[in-house]
Antibody, heavy 117, light 111 residues
Framework: QVQLVESGGGLVKAGGSLRLSCVAS????????MSWIRQAPGKGLEWVSY????????YYADSVKGRFTISRDNAKNSLYLQMNSLRAEDTAVYYC??????????WGQGTLVTVSS | QSALTQPASVSGSPGQSITISCTGT?????????VSWYQQHPGKAPKLMIY???NRPSGVSNRFSGSKSGNTASLTISGLQAEDEADYYC???????????FGTGTKVTVL
């Protein structure tokens, strides 16, 4: 069965960096586009970034463009999100999700990122 | 790209039907048949309920249905059950460099 497991969240100071990982299993990882989505405490969902199966194209939300970098290692069935210049407003649970055409059919359980000011 | 507009809350009694709206623009909801809906219980990951406006994934109850008219998509839950109490989010493909936009979310309460 499809599984997505995120890790790498934690507490970081404003201006700091963090790298999130998402390990996939149960499907051919390289065949699928993947996304990161976040949810601030008590708030709604916000799409963050998207990467194709072969690294390009890549898209970012305006709120993270220039600070976050999405990448993947198909040999390791892994998706990454490098987050730099973190701000208090980046505090959220970060989910990785599998894209299937234009929807997200499987989601991980999420990893919490807390940015202290 | 602004978030799609959903009502903050919708409620209904067991057995009733409720409808959640999701209003966007011609650049997102109205421009593509790529609206999907997600159910999220507290502390849990979102779950896909409807894709491509009106299609149900395998395993999702047929009590859930989706539709679209112009710039507004809708999710209808019929025969409301206690387990349907959750937050619901719509999302749409935008075709722009900010590829997807989510709705503001709707809390469904079963009275």
């Amino acid at each position: 069965q499809v599984q997505l497991v995120e890790s790498g969240g934690g507490l970081v100071k404003a201006g700091g960096s963090l790298r999130l990982s998402c390990v996939a299993s149960g499907f051919t990882f390289s065949d699928h586009y993947m996304s990161w989505i976040r949810q601030a405490p008590g708030k709604g969902l916000e799409w963050v970034s998207y990467i194709s199966g072969s690294d390009f194209p890549i898209y970012y939300a305006d709120s993270v463009k220039g600070r976050f970098t999405i990448s993947r290692d198909n040999a390791k069935n892994s998706l990454y999100l490098q987050m730099n210049s973190l701000r208090a407003e980046d505090t959220a649970v970060y989910y990785c999700a599998r894209n299937y055409y234009e929807y997200l059919d499987y989601w991980g359980q999420g990893t919490l990122v807390t940015v202290s000011s | 790209q602004s978030a799609l507009t959903q009502p903050a809350s919708v409620s209904g009694s067991p057995g009733q039907s409720i409808t959640i709206s999701c209003t966007g623009t011609s650049s997102d909801v109205g421009g593509y048949n790529y609206v999907s809906w997600y159910q999220q219980h507290p502390g849990k990951a979102p779950k896909l309920m409807i894709y491509d406006v009106s299609n149900r994934p395998s395993g999702v109850s047929n009590r859930f249905s989706g539709s679209k008219s112009g710039n507004t998509a809708s999710l209808t839950i019929s025969g409301l059950q206690a387990e349907d109490e959750a937050d619901y989010y719509c999302t749409s493909y935008t075709g722009s460099i900010t590829l997807y936009v989510f709705g503001t979310g709707t809390k469904v309460t079963v009275l």
